[in-house]
């Protein structure tokens, strides 16, 4: 039997999404394997989170490298380490060099909370806040050396009410996060996403 897929996580914060991919694992959703967390913040609850789940939970601290590159290239190592086949970004606030993404080129998915294009970068959300759309969401890409550029692989739609605030509308895209991040590392794991330029082709369950 071929071995599953290994997944590695990249995460700086609280978690939530890197949760979700543990529980999807963990429930038989996922034909693979979250085989380690990775973060480069030692206070990061997402740490905690994954040593609760029995996975590996490793801190690479930035500031123990004398340059970026040098931080990347630990990660890498750690990774391959490991056979990562599949690497996901779940609120990693790092901005990555080339090295590290042509590296991982087609086996790299991020999260980001927005409809890609619309408000890449930090605070998506209060960005469709103050541009007064009326609907905005999240987005499963491939992650490529721009900020939240790569080929999309799947996007969810969530309305914005007149009442909202970035919290509120905040935890409405999350729960759209937590469902869709899951789905698409399902796809990769079944080998069923192609891409073909900026397009993702998905193929159809056999
Ligand atoms: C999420 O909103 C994700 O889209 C963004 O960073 C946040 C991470 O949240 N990239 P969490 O740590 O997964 O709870």
């Given at each position: 039997m071929p071995e599953r897929l290994r997944v590695g996580v990249l995460a700086s914060g609280r978690g939530s999404n890197f949760r979700a991919l543990v529980e999807a694992a963990e429930s038989g959703r996922l034909p693979a394997v979250i085989a380690v967390l990775i973060s480069d913040r030692d206070a990061a609850p997402v740490l905690d989170i994954a040593r609760a789940h029995g996975?590996?939970?490793?801190?690479l601290d930035p500031k123990q490298y004398p340059t970026r590159e040098a931080h990347e290239k630990a990660i890498i190592a750690a990774l391959d380490e490991r056979r990562i086949g599949l690497l996901c970004h779940a609120g990693y606030m790092r901005i990555l060099t080339s090295t590290y993404t042509e590296h991982f080129r087609g086996r790299a998915l991020n999260i980001h909370p927005s409809l890609l294009p619309a408000f890449p970068g930090l605070h998506a959300q209060r960005q469709a806040l103050e541009h007064g759309v009326r609907v905005t969401g999240a987005t499963v890409h491939f992650s490529d050396e721009g900020m939240d550029t790569g080929p999309i692989v799947l996007q969810a739609a969530v309305p914005i009410f007149l009442n909202d605030t970035e919290e509120s509308l905040s935890r409405r895209i999350l729960a759209e996060e937590h469902r869709i991040f899951p789905e698409a590392v399902r796809l990769f794991?079944?080998?069923?996403?192609?891409?073909?330029?900026r397009r993702v082709h998905i193929r159809e369950s056999p």
């Amino acid at each position: 039997m071929p071995e599953r897929l290994r997944v590695g996580v990249l995460a700086s914060g609280r978690g939530s999404n890197f949760r979700a991919l543990v529980e999807a694992a963990e429930s038989g959703r996922l034909p693979a394997v979250i085989a380690v967390l990775i973060s480069d913040r030692d206070a990061a609850p997402v740490l905690d989170i994954a040593r609760a789940h029995g996975v590996e939970a490793l801190f690479l601290d930035p500031k123990q490298y004398p340059t970026r590159e040098a931080h990347e290239k630990a990660i890498i190592a750690a990774l391959d380490e490991r056979r990562i086949g599949l690497l996901c970004h779940a609120g990693y606030m790092r901005i990555l060099t080339s090295t590290y993404t042509e590296h991982f080129r087609g086996r790299a998915l991020n999260i980001h909370p927005s409809l890609l294009p619309a408000f890449p970068g930090l605070h998506a959300q209060r960005q469709a806040l103050e541009h007064g759309v009326r609907v905005t969401g999240a987005t499963v890409h491939f992650s490529d050396e721009g900020m939240d550029t790569g080929p999309i692989v799947l996007q969810a739609a969530v309305p914005i009410f007149l009442n909202d605030t970035e919290e509120s509308l905040s935890r409405r895209i999350l729960a759209e996060e937590h469902r869709i991040f899951p789905e698409a590392v399902r796809l990769f794991a079944e080998g069923r996403l192609r891409i073909d330029g900026r397009r993702v082709h998905i193929r159809e369950s056999p």
